[in-house]
């Protein structure tokens, strides 16, 4: 039975497709031909990328009367020709270039890419990727940078304890963390030449200095001058890391309060902090028109599993894919973190957990929270409340446990109506 379908051909009459390089990129322009109806114009050309020659592209383009610019996100070079031609007016559209990739057996040049991807995206072929507007993007730097400090300053971290151990400096077996109050004060003792390791467990502090004999133990190694050279140059390395990230945290601040109220109700859920908040927002921005629904921003996300179906038969173990690697990263630190709490998403962690795996549960939690995130942005008075840790005990057990009697007692030949007490 044939079924009518929901969709519409249509024609972008005047569009332009950008096949970006670092230096050089080559423009197709396919508008109508207004002497012969139903024929298409084609024009390519190639420009240098510094911006006397895009803005002189743009005017061109402007003059053809061209509506529509798609690219392809190549390296990081789509980015200037994307905020220029967004400046001028023109409605940009950044593709991924495996929605386009050549069909086998065609050459492959700039050329013959331009041309492909404007017969594409004037097919209306292609969807455009998300792109946030420039308060977002700024915020979005900022974030990324701040996670990049955090990461190099935990490898300087990394590659100090290991000089420790190679000097056979056992501290870290005795000590949680070495950059504490303590052990920041017993590194710089031996930078400074103390090697006594009386005199340096003796500079433990608090909780610590009930292992003052295995700091003793621990500091018994032969340390030379050569590792508190290095050792120096590592510590100073953590600390600058350390200041920078402060200022950029300020700078964030700055930037995030516009988006203070939304970052405030994000911070209601369990698990995201002031800093995952700003995150999120960096990453997904504001408006949630852009997602349709939250299943929308779950799939963008990467965190729906994919469904691959061949003869009838599922393929695949439903993983998710790979997807925004900033946001997956603080939304499976966020769903840990909830894990610990005493509320739904900490229960729901917990049941996954135990029948799935932990990576499962982190996935399941991840996009709980993503859930919630798409509601409170989509609607500015909504807020956070937790269903509690008892909801599946109240609400899905007492259903799951009726529909096993019912299955069972029919199972025996019994026809089953249910009436509620009173």
Same mark, same amino acid.
């Given at each position: ?20 390089? #670092? ?55 789509? #980015? ?38 404007? #017969? ?303």
């Amino acid at each position: 039975m044939l079924e009518e379908t929901k969709d519409h051909e249509e024609i972008i009459e005047r569009v332009a497709a950008l096949d970006i390089g #670092k230096a050089f990129l080559v423009c197709c322009a396919r508008v109508p031909d207004e002497d012969r109806p139903g024929r298409r114009l084609q024009e390519v050309q190639t420009y240098p990328t510094m911006t006397r020659s895009l803005l002189a592209m743009a005017d061109h383009l402007r003059t053809l009367g061209v509506t529509r610019v798609v690219m392809e996100a190549t390296s990081d070079y789509w #980015k200037p020709v994307f905020y220029l031609l967004e400046a001028a007016g023109f409605e940009t559209w950044l593709v991924n270039a495996r929605d386009v990739k050549h069909l086998p057996g065609r050459p492959k040049t700039d050329r013959l890419d331009a041309v492909w991807l404007a #017969k594409v995206a004037e097919r209306q072929m292609l969807r455009a990727s998300f792109v946030p507007p420039p308060q977002i993007r700024r915020l979005r730097d900022l974030t990324r940078y701040r996670i990049d400090l955090v990461s190099a300053r935990t490898a300087e971290k990394q590659r100090a304890e290991k000089l420790l151990e190679d000097a056979q400096i056992k501290l870290s077996v005795v000590a949680s963390d070495i950059f504490g109050a303590s052990g920041r004060a017993m590194m710089a003792a031996l930078i400074t030449g103390e090697h006594n390791p009386a005199v340096l467990a003796q500079m433990a502090r608090t909780s610590l200095r009930k292992k003052i004999p295995l700091l003793q133990e621990a500091f018994t190694g032969h340390f030379t001058d050569h590792h508190a050279f290095l050792l120096g140059k590592m510590l100073a390395r953590v600390d600058q890391i350390t200041i920078d990230i402060a200022e950029v945290d300020a700078k964030i601040q700055e930037l995030i309060a516009p988006f203070g109220q939304a970052a405030a109700r994000l911070d209601e859920i369990p698990g995201i902090g002031p800093t995952a908040a700003a995150v999120i927002l960096a990453e997904i921005g504001t408006d949630m028109s852009r997602f349709p629904t939250p299943g929308h921003l779950a799939s963008w996300a990467r965190f729906a599993p994919g469904v691959k179906e061949s003869a009838g038969r599922k393929k695949g173990h439903g993983g998710t894919g790979h997807g925004n690697p900033y946001l997956a990263r603080i939304l499976g630190e966020a769903a840990v973190i909830a894990g610990r709490t005493n509320t739904f998403l900490g229960e729901r962690y917990g049941r996954i957990a135990r029948r799935r795996g932990k990576k499962r549960a982190i996935v399941a939690v991840g996009r709980s929270i993503l859930t919630i995130v798409w509601h409170l942005l989509s609607d500015p008075d909504a807020h956070f409340i937790d269903l509690g840790p008892d909801h599946y005990s109240r609400r899905i057990d007492p259903d799951r446990k009726m529909r096993n009697h019912i299955r069972e007692l029919e199972a025996l030949g019994y026809h089953v109506t249910l009436e509620p007490t009173a």
